[in-house]
Each structure stands twice: as structure tokens, then as C-alpha cells.
């Protein structure tokens, strides 16, 4: 058996004067954002702490052992697991409200607590690991994402594998090829075999730019690169530690969510906390910021999925894909969306077909054609979900929506 690799770390020193006042300041402006927005603050927040103090990750981070969690897909679910496998041991601070930018981890790091997890987008990553100096960064899987933002996948890779080279351990996908030639780069690595289902971004080698070979769950390149005997998987319906099932509890849907699962126990254990402690603190997670919530809104009962990009669509289809329930799709092309919609054709929805389909968003009109290539018939496009909703029949219903939709989604069933 492993020995944990790190300790706790004592609390974090007291800040001076200055630093203080400056997160009062953060603290009040998210405050006043949130009454005035009706939700977030976090970034405003930290913006006002970073004007006022430049270094404040720096001193924020300081005898505190940080774990920074990236990736394209699976981000805030495998933050809100890790953060529960910690909570019962240490003092946990993390930014589960999802804002993963520079001044969201500043806001995050603001809160009290010996460990900090913080959800990090995967172009700050390399920013997160200069200023907070992590102790592990955990590496999900990369792919396309916002197109306006991030068109090549080689380059976040490089970008990772720079910036890598000091961090002390990092919990990485060994199935991803860009992930383990960015995780290699680092002092330790823990692989985890959690799975690729998107294979679109993963044709080359990221370290010669020749053609990968595949075998099952094995790729290799004749560069050499290849990928590495995992410690930890997740396959079928379980988790597996040195090939040992462990009894694991998800009432998360579908197969992403076990390898969420696996990448997150894998760093608790890493961390110091025991298997079998790890495994129980992951029972009784039903939903995060609002993903797999239900909400009842009149003769409907309607469970929220987000799906992102090519990757996240995909998987989100295939964990509706054995139900014959009616689906609400929603898209936006705006903000954090990425203003490039042309991946939605690289995304299969004929397994759609045969179900009752409506479109909401301000951009649904470029998912109702996307829809039509694929004869997939549609009751309508609306502007509005309830407008959706009141064209499908009672009953259960799952809604697929890019992030702007999905919250616009969640504010309208909450409210």
C-alpha cells in the first residue's frame, strides 16, 4: 500500500493589514454583485482583491497545500468529489460556484482552511501553478472547447507540460495522449485509467506529430510515447485500486461520472486520506451547481445536463441515450459559450430520432439546422424553456444545454 505523500499544513499565517483590507473590499464588491446580479461575485471579487494586492495568490497560497483540478469536461464534478474526500479530515476551502479564472481562485483562496481545491480553466492553469505553487494538479482530459479561446488542443498541452515541471505530483488520465506527454513533465505522476470516449483530438502524437496507434485500451507512438500502467481505473460500473474493485456509491449518472470519481480518490489517497474513507464520501452527491438536478415545473419533472463542447455533448447523449423521455436541447453562442458554434456538426444527434425534441436558446436556431442534417424532428425552437416545455408531453424530461443556456435554465426552474 502507497504511503500518503503529503501533511497537513499548519493554518495559514496571519495576513497584514493591507492584504486584509483588500479582501474586506473583495468581499463587499462580490456582496454587492450578487444583490445586484442575483448570483456570483466571485470574479468581481477577486479583480478588486488583485488590483489591490498583485500578489495576493502568492501570499494566499502560502502554508496551505493547494490542489488544482483542470481539464475540458468534468472540472467542477471532480472538484465538488475531491473537496468532499478532504472535508472530513482537514479544513477545506474550494470555488464550487465554478468561477475558475485567476480572480476566482483568488476569491476561493480568500476563505479559511489548511487545503484549498480549486477548479482551474484549463488556460490558467498555467498562471495557477506560478502563483499558487500547488502541491498536486489533477489532469481530466483535453479537448476542443470555446473555439475563440482555445482553436488548438497541442498548444493548451505545451502550455501544461511548461508549466508542469514544478509542480510535485500531479493525478493524471492515462488515456489521454496530450494529458500524460503535458503530466510527464512534472516530478511525480499518479495515472489513472479514466477513459477517453472522445478520440477526435487525440489522432497525433502531441510530443512528434505523427499518428498514434490504438489497441483496445492501449495507445502507443513510434516516438515512444505511450501510455503509462495505471494505478487506479475505472471501467464498467466500478473502480479499481491496484486492480483491486473498491466499493464505491455514485448517485451521479453514467461513466463519466466513475471516472471522475476514480481521478478524484485517487488524489484524496494521495493526500492522506484513507481508500475506504475516500470511497464513502462520494455517497449522497446528487447533483453540482446544478448539473443532474430535478426540478418539478408543472406536469413535468425535468433533469438538468450541461454539455459544453464536442466532448460533453456527446457524453451527455449517450448517458440519455437508453430512455425514450422527451429532451429539451438548449444552446448559446455567447460569453463563456465561445462565439464559434461550427463544432455542434462534429457532435452525432440521430440518437435523438425518435424522441420528442424541443430547441430553446438564443442561438437555437443554429441547433435546430445542426438537428434537421441529422432528421431529427423537433415540436419547435423557442426562445424561452417554458415555452419548450408546454410542447412536450408530462412526465420526465431530460434538457441538454451549453453553459449560458444551462443557466439560464437553472435560474428559471429555481426561481
Not at 503529503?6 to 463587499?28: E, I, K, N, Q
Not at 495568490?57 to 474526500?85: I, Q
Not at 470516449?197 to 490504438?214: F, K, N, T, Y
Not at 418539478?296 to 450541461?306: A, E, I, K, N, Y
Request: proline share 7%; aromatic share 6%.
Amino acid at each position: 500500500m502507497e504511503a500518503p505523500i503529503l501533511v497537513p499544513h499548519p493554518a495559514p499565517s496571519p495576513f497584514d493589514a493591507r492584504l486584509r483590507t483588500a479582501l474586506t473590499a473583495g468581499r463587499s464588491a462580490a456582496w454587492l454583485s450578487r444583490r445586484l446580479a442575483g448570483g456570483g461575485g466571485g470574479v468581481i471579487g477577486g479583480r478588486v482583491v488583485l488590483r489591490m494586492v498583485p500578489d495576493a495568490p502568492e501570499r494566499l497560497s502560502r502554508d496551505r497545500t493547494v490542489v488544482l483540478v483542470s481539464g475540458t469536461n468534468g472540472k467542477s464534478t471532480t472538484t465538488a468529489m475531491l473537496r468532499s474526500a478532504l472535508a472530513g479530515r482537514y479544513p477545506t476551502t474550494s470555488n464550487l460556484d465554478g468561477a475558475n479564472t485567476g480572480p476566482g481562485l483568488v476569491t476561493a483562496l480568500a476563505d479559511v482552511g489548511s487545503h484549498a481545491v480549486l477548479e482551474t480553466d484549463e488556460g490558467w492553469l498555467p498562471w495557477a501553478v506560478r502563483r499558487t505553487r500547488p502541491a498536486i494538479a489533477v489532469l481530466l482530459n483535453l479537448s476542443r472547447d470555446q473555439l475563440d479561446r482555445h482553436p488548438e488542443v497541442q498548444g493548451l498541452a505545451a502550455a501544461w507540460r511548461s508549466a508542469l515541471a514544478e509542480v510535485p505530483l500531479v493525478v493524471a488520465n492515462a488515456d489521454d495522449p496530450a494529458v500524460v506527454w503535458a503530466a510527464s513533465a512534472a516530478q511525480r505522476q499518479i495515472w489513472v485509467g479514466a477513459g477517453q470516449s472522445w478520440q477526435h483530438d487525440a489522432v497525433v502524437c502531441p510530443a512528434c506529430g505523427a499518428l498514434l496507434r490504438r489497441d483496445r485500451d492501449h495507445w502507443s507512438c513510434r516516438c515512444g510515447l505511450a501510455r503509462p500502467e495505471p494505478t487506479w481505473t475505472a471501467r464498467g460500473s466500478e473502480v479499481a485500486w491496484h486492480g483491486h474493485p473498491l466499493a464505491v456509491t455514485l448517485d451521479l449518472p453514467g461513466p463519466v461520472n466513475l471516472a471522475n470519481a476514480a481521478m478524484a480518490l485517487a488524489t484524496a489517497t494521495a493526500a492522506g486520506v484513507p481508500v475506504a474513507e475516500g470511497a464513502r464520501s462520494l455517497a449522497g452527491l446528487e447533483q453540482v451547481s446544478g448539473r443532474y438536478a430535478v426540478f418539478t415545473r408543472g406536469d413535468h419533472q425535468v433533469r438538468l445536463l450541461l454539455a459544453k463542447n464536442p466532448a460533453g455533448w456527446q457524453s451527455a447523449l449517450r448517458m440519455i441515450g437508453a430512455s425514450q423521455r422527451p429532451v429539451v436541447l438548449g444552446f448559446n453562442a455567447e460569453g463563456v459559450d465561445g462565439r464559434d458554434p461550427s463544432w455542434l456538426y462534429d457532435v452525432n444527434f440521430a440518437a435523438l430520432r425518435h424522441r420528442p425534441v424541443a430547441v430553446f436558446g438564443r442561438r437555437g436556431s443554429d441547433m435546430s439546422v445542426r438537428l434537421l442534417v441529422d432528421c431529427v424532428p423537433q415540436v419547435g425552437q423557442f426562445e424561452r424553456l417554458d415555452g419548450a416545455l408546454h410542447r412536450l408531453p408530462a412526465g420526465p424530461v431530460d434538457l441538454v444545454a451549453n453553459y449560458t443556456a444551462f443557466r439560464d435554465a437553472f435560474r428559471e426552474l429555481a426561481a
